[in-house]
């Protein structure tokens, strides 16, 4: 039997199934590439919010990592919610050690505004683990976190990328989601830029976009897609995954990771 790319993602537990890891693994299910986990800590999370939050030990993290990589191998990875400065170190200096591709979605609040990395963690994410990255993805409340600009245009998107790009990935794409009009994404290394324009949906079940954009492109990095054929595929699957979200509990639903497979 053929062997199907694998894909690993280090990212926090979501018990209502629509972000994290849960997302992360369905996204992988359903672009066709084997996925893997490295959970960095537990939330007690649903549909209203994250109602609690425990990051697991260096150790454990770290053991984890090993154990997959050292024996099955990955040919991409996806870094989440990583909690603390002790695990976004220890994160890094995991990466800078592993042959393959790293996405990187630089989490920080939940989708509800809840805090999923602590403050004192950003300098670590700024000098570690973002120069590890192939593909950094934050949002726009997430460059305003890094880089300290307020992102209010199309126009502000450039400066937001040569910002995050100042701190070593490879590509930015940073994501225009919050904007109004169409939802709008800049990929770039610096030399080419590639924007991304794909209609708005009036939905507004939306838990997950982000950990499951970047697990997509790691599936594409994965298949050995270069980054822009990746983010582009990437941004088509959670374009069509947006669509078709659904309501669950009182709140925000999830974005339907299956959604190729029903239509």
């Known amino acids: 039997m053929p062997i199907p790319p694998r894909v690993l993602t280090v990212a926090g537990s979501d ?23 490295v959970v960095t800590a537990v939330t007690a999370q649903n549909s209203r919010g994250v109602q609690g939050a425990w990051e697991l030990p260096a150790e454990a993290v770290r053991a984890q990592y090993r154990s997959v990589v050292d024996d099955i191998g990955v040919q991409a990875v996806k870094t989440g919610m990583l909690a603390s400065e002790e695990l976004v170190r220890t994160v890094a200096e995991l990466l800078a050690g592993t042959a393959a591709p790293v996405v990187v979605d630089p989490v920080g609040i939940s989708k509800h505004g809840d805090a999923l990395l602590a403050a004192s963690a950003l300098d670590a ?3 570690k683990l973002l120069p590890a990255a192939t593909v950094a993805t934050p949002n726009l409340d997430e460059v305003a976190w890094l880089t300290g600009l307020r992102v209010a245009s199309e126009a502000g998107m450039r400066r937001a990328a040569d910002a995050v790009l100042a701190y070593g990935p490879r590509w930015a794409l940073i994501k225009g989601g919050h904007l ?17 324009r794909a209609p708005r949906h009036d939905n507004r079940h939306t838990h997950g976009t982000g950990c499951t954009l970047a697990s997509a492109i790691a599936s594409g990095l994965a298949k050995g897609h270069t980054v822009p054929e990746a983010v582009a595929a990437a941004k088509d ?3 069509g995954a947006i669509e078709a979200g659904f309501p669950l509990g009182d709140g925000i639903g999830p974005v339907d990771h299956a959604w190729r497979w029903r239509s």
């Open 15 to 37: 018990s209502g199934g629509g972000a994290g890891i849960q997302a992360d693994l369905k996204t992988m299910l359903a672009l066709g590439v084997h996925g893997m986990s």
């Open 125 to 127: 994410v700024r000098t």
């Open 180 to 196: 109004e009009g169409d939802a709008l994404d800049l990929l770039t290394d610096g030399a080419e830029e590639h924007w991304l």
């Open 237 to 239: 699957y959670v374009t």
